[in-house]
T-cell receptor, first 114, second 115 residues
Framework: GENVEQHPSTLSVQEGDSAVIKCTYSDSASNYFPWYKQELGKGPQLIIDIRSNVGEKKDQRIAVTLNKTAKHFSLHITETQPEDSAVYFCAAIRGVRGYNKLIFGAGTRLAVHP | GAVVSQHPSWVICKSGTSVKIECRSLDFQATTMFWYRQFPKQSLMLMATSNEGSKATYEQGVEKDKFLINHASLTLSTLTVTSAHPEDSSFYIC???????????FGQGTRLTVV
C-alpha cells in the first residue's frame, strides 16, 4: 500500500520568510496529492492540491510542486505570517471518482515568529 | 468547498458507556465517508471506510465490534464507540468526498475523553 513520509517534523521561521515542507510517496499509481492545514482542536482544512498531470500549482502565497519521477512533492509558503502557524499534512491517493481514502504524512508543525 | 459537519465537537463519558458521533455532509451526497483517529501530536490514522447501504470496511487492527459504523443515508454516517475505555480517548475525524473529484473534506472533529 501507499506510504507517505513528510519532513521536517517541526519548522520555525521568522515572519516574512519562506517555509518549505517536503513529502515522498511510495505508490507510483497515486495521482492526487492534497495538503491540509490543521489548527489546534480542529479538523484538517484543504489548502491546496495537485494532480499527477501537473508539475506545479500556485495559489497566492502557497505553491505545490510535484516530481513524479522522484515521487516527491513539496509545499512552499512565501511571506509567512503568524496565522500560518499550524500543523500541515501532506497526503497521497490513487484518486477514484468519489473515493477519497487518503494516506497522510506524519505532519509538520510550523511556527511563524513575529 | 463542500461542508462536512461533525457532532458533538467534544464529549466526556464514563468508562464502560457508549458514545455516538455523527458525521453529516451538509450540501452534497456522499456514498463513502471515512473515519480517522488522531492522537495528540500525531497524524491521522484511517480507521474505516463507511459505505452507504452496506457494511463498513475496517483497517487492520481496528476492532469492528468496538467501533460500530452506520451509513444509513447519503448524508449521514455515525461512529459508535462501544464500552469506551480511557485508551479510546482521542480526536475522531470524518471526511467525505463530493463524488466529482478526489478532494476530501473533513469535519471539525470530535474530542472524546473517557473517564
Amino acid at each position: 500500500g501507499e506510504n507517505v513520509e513528510q519532513h521536517p517534523s517541526t519548522l520555525s521561521v521568522q515572519e516574512g520568510d519562506s517555509a518549505v515542507i517536503k513529502c515522498t510517496y511510495s505508490d507510483s499509481a497515486s495521482n492526487y496529492f492534497p495538503w491540509y492545514k490543521q489548527e489546534l482542536g480542529k479538523g484538517p482544512q484543504l489548502i491546496i492540491d495537485i494532480r499527477s498531470n501537473v508539475g506545479e500549482k500556485k495559489d497566492q502565497r502557497i505553491a505545490v510542486t510535484l516530481n513524479k519521477t522522484a515521487k516527491h512533492f513539496s509545499l512552499h509558503i512565501t511571506e509567512t505570517q503568524p496565522e500560518d502557524s499550524a500543523v500541515y499534512f501532506c497526503a497521497a491517493i490513487r484518486g477514484v471518482r468519489g473515493y477519497n481514502k487518503l494516506i497522510f504524512g506524519a505532519g509538520t508543525r510550523l511556527a511563524v515568529h513575529p | 468547498g463542500a461542508v462536512v459537519s461533525q457532532h458533538p465537537s467534544w464529549v466526556i463519558c464514563k468508562s464502560g458507556t457508549s458514545v455516538k458521533i455523527e458525521c453529516r455532509s451538509l450540501d452534497f451526497q456522499a456514498t463513502t465517508m471515512f473515519w480517522y483517529r488522531q492522537f495528540p501530536k500525531q497524524s491521522l490514522m484511517l480507521m474505516a471506510t463507511s459505505n452507504e447501504g452496506s457494511k463498513a470496511t475496517y483497517e487492520q487492527g481496528v476492532e469492528k465490534d468496538k467501533f460500530l459504523i452506520n451509513h444509513a443515508s447519503l448524508t449521514l454516517s455515525t461512529l459508535t464507540v462501544t464500552s469506551a475505555h480511557p485508551e479510546d480517548s482521542s480526536f475522531y475525524i470524518c471526511s467525505a468526498g463530493t463524488g466529482g473529484e478526489a478532494e476530501a473534506f473533513f469535519g471539525q472533529g470530535t474530542r472524546l475523553t473517557v473517564v
